[in-house]
């Protein structure tokens, strides 16, 4: 079974062979240990660590009053598995301490690996964090969870695919609309055909007080098939859009988007890309904004030929447009993030590789409203020849900031770097971590005052912090 792409797993496989745990506790308001600088263009930056098992950052949000909100991993390697990890951080840039504070959450039944996939904050401040549990006796259930806006956890909520088989549901994002209720997005497994997984796209709507389930739907696609949802976002009124994969009748995967009703969740339709046979296309990201869907995914065009896809849909679920792009030949795109400014321009970040892979490149590509390609850009180390952006965001001029990672060497720097909305580069920041070894960024957001990054770094002692930076605007 696929997952889902966001999470980096370079810096993780270093840890694997980590036998032994070093316990230390996640402290509400703890002061963080004393770093060395970092890249230019910081202005803070809070490593919450340090022990031998590993620690990252996989999401970030902004609060309403401009607080910053972190979600990830906590313990990777332990032998208790990994916890949940959540933090809250000030949007004061002069702060003596940057953490107001931090929890993390184990699921009490089981003890095993939970993982964090996405965040939201809602109109109150108050944090949401989705994602997935390992149980002895079902399989991987969806874990939600709600902290107050203080940092108080207000309550958590398990679903299992199906009780007491080992079937698996992850939940993969999450979004919170102006009355506060919550929307998850994710796959369950509904059975298995022919020795291999059945799965529905679901999506479910919960009360914010309590997190108890308003309405269930799911989109199981064709017969036997496996379906995933994989990213979400609502409309101003509430419903819901969720992009991801499902199978089609030939048995390869289409880029899939699907929308339904807030009230009910009555899905209203369900768009499909795809592309070469018996290959697997999949969508990566989905941005609402004013009375248009836009979607992007990765759709192969041939067995050596991946390129990013990019559909505009009206809110009705006509598609307007569809447009591909490819850096050159037998080139593999897989686009990670999209965003898109108050113009109707769109930008799709992501990398790709050559095929046999012998080099990967980040790429940033820009389409205006109507679908006509502006520019692109391509970043590579010339040495390793390996990067990729994990994340963009854009402001209602059209500026742009990227992050993600180069492969320098040996190690890993964290990169981040702001565009122009004619595509040049304004700024660029490489950073190794406070310890030299290596760092990496997987989520970006824009507060009032600057870029939030939340990703991981490598320690001297051999494990991963979980870093959350802030950079100038």
Known sequence: MRRQGHRSVSLVVVFVIVLVAIAVAVCAGAAAPARAAFAPHGIWTNVLGPTINTERWVDVAKGPDGSLYAGGDFGYGALNGEDLMVAKFSADNGAASHRIWSDAWDNPTEHRDDQTSAIAVDHTGALIVVGSS???????????????????????????????????????????????????????????????????????????????????????????????????????????????YGQSLRGDSDIITCRFQTSNGHLSWVGRIGGAKHRDDEGADVVVRDSNVWVTGGEYTSASTRVVALAKYTLGGHRLWLRTWLERANTREYPNALAVDAHGDAVVVGSGNDNPVTREHAFIVRWNSVGRLRWRRISYNSVSHEAVWRDVVCDAAG???????????????????????????????????????????????????????????????????????????
Not at 195 to 209: E, G, I, N, T
């Open 134 to 244: 390992d149980t002895a006796n079902n399989g991987w259930e969806w874990v939600v969870a709600k902290w107050s806006a203080g940092g108080a956890r207000l309550w958590q909520k398990t679903f299992a695919a199906s009780p007491l088989t080992d079937w698996n549901a992850y939940a993969w994002d999450v979004a919170c609309d102006a009355a506060g209720h919550i929307y998850v997005c994710g796959t369950v497994q509904t059975g298995t055909h022919d020795s291999s997984v059945v799965a529905s796209l679901v999506v479910r709507k919960l009360a914010s007080s309590d997190g108890h389930v308003l309405w269930t739907r799911a989109y199981a696609g064709n017969p036997s098939s496996f379906n995933q949802g994989s990213k979400l976002a609502l409309d101003t009124a509430g419903n819901v859009y969720c992009t991801g």
């Open 399 to 473: 500026r742009i900031w990227v992050g993600g990672h180069e492969k320098a060497g040996s190690s890993d720097s964290l990169l981040v770097a702001r565009y122009s909305a004619t595509g040049k580069r304004v700024w660029d920041s490489s950073w190794k971590g406070p310890d030299g070894l290596g760092a990496e960024c997987d989520a970006l957001c824009l507060g009032k005052t600057g870029l939030f990054v939340g990703g991981s770094v490598i320690t001297t002692i051999g494990g991963g912090d979980a870093a959350a930076l802030k950079y100038v605007r």
